[in-house]
Nanobody, 111 residues
Framework: QVQLVESGGGLVQPGESLRLSCVAH????????MGWSHQTPGKQRELVAT???????FVTDSVKGRFTIFRTDRKNMVYLQMNSLKTDETGVYYC?????WGQGTQVTVSS
């Protein structure tokens, strides 16, 4: 059974950084494509970044140069480093694997 558990969210001011973490259970992690999605109230979940097992990364245009996705296969973990955060990046961030996602971690960017 796939279980994705996110952590690392919190309250930060605009311009600050956060690192989100996700540990994946029940996943053939070494061969997987992992990702992060973002959702704000009333809006659809949007893909932020993905990373394949062989290191191919996708990052959506709005966060290029500020967000980085990386992974540690021996720990079954994927991370999202978020720098220079903006207020409209507030929301719940979800770790994703295929059609699965975790419970999410709340990120609030506010002064």
């Amino acid at each position: 059974q796939v279980q994705l558990v996110e952590s690392g969210g919190g309250l930060v001011q605009p311009g600050e950084s956060l690192r989100l973490s996700c540990v994946a259970h029940g996943v053939l992690f070494a061969g997987s494509t992992m990702g992060w999605s973002h959702q704000t109230p009333g809006k659809q979940r949007e893909l932020v970044a993905t990373l394949t097992y062989d290191g191919k990364a996708f990052v959506t245009d709005s966060v290029k140069g500020r967000f980085t996705i990386f992974r540690t296969d021996r720990k079954n973990m994927v991370y999202l480093q978020m720098n220079s955060l903006k207020t409209d990046e507030t929301g719940v961030y979800y770790c994703t694997y295929m059609e699965h996602w975790g419970q999410g971690t709340q990120v609030t960017v506010s002064s």
